[in-house]
Nanobody
């Protein structure tokens, strides 16, 4: 049974940083594309970033590329989302998900975090106050 669990959310002030963690257990980490998502009230989840065990990562939103970084510790099967210079509009519930890779990513290519990922964490609230 695969289990995904986020941690590290909280309340911060504008301009501060947070690092979210996502621990994956019970499965073969190398078989997953790991993704970070966030959800604003009343909206669908927004995909933010992905990474796979080969180390290639991607941050999908141009507006976040200079502030958000995805990384991993494969030995700990843990994925991180470093969020810097936080803004009030970053306030959301942040989710981590593990999507079963349908085929290995091409060498040097990132994987695609899927909205229909098979395994999801419970979400962690991030609140940024001005």
């Amino acid at each position: 049974q695969v289990h995904v669990a986020e941690s590290g959310g909280g309340s911060v002030q504008v301009g501060e940083s947070l690092r979210l963690s996502c621990k994956v257990s019970g499965g073969n980490y190398s078989e997953f594309c790991m993704g970070w998502f966030r959800q604003f009230p009343g909206q669908d989840r927004q995909v933010l970033a992905s990474i796979h065990s080969g180390g290639v990562s991607a941050v999908y939103l141009d507006s976040l590329k200079d502030r958000f970084t995805i990384s991993q510790d494969t030995a700990e099967t843990t994925v991180y989302l470093q969020m810097n210079s936080l803004k009030p509009e970053d306030t959301a519930i942040y989710y981590c998900a593990a999507a079963i890779l349908r085929r290995p990513p091409l060498h040097g290519a990132s994987c695609h975090a899927r909205a229909n990922s098979e395994y999801w964490g419970q979400g962690t609230q991030v609140t940024v106050s001005s």
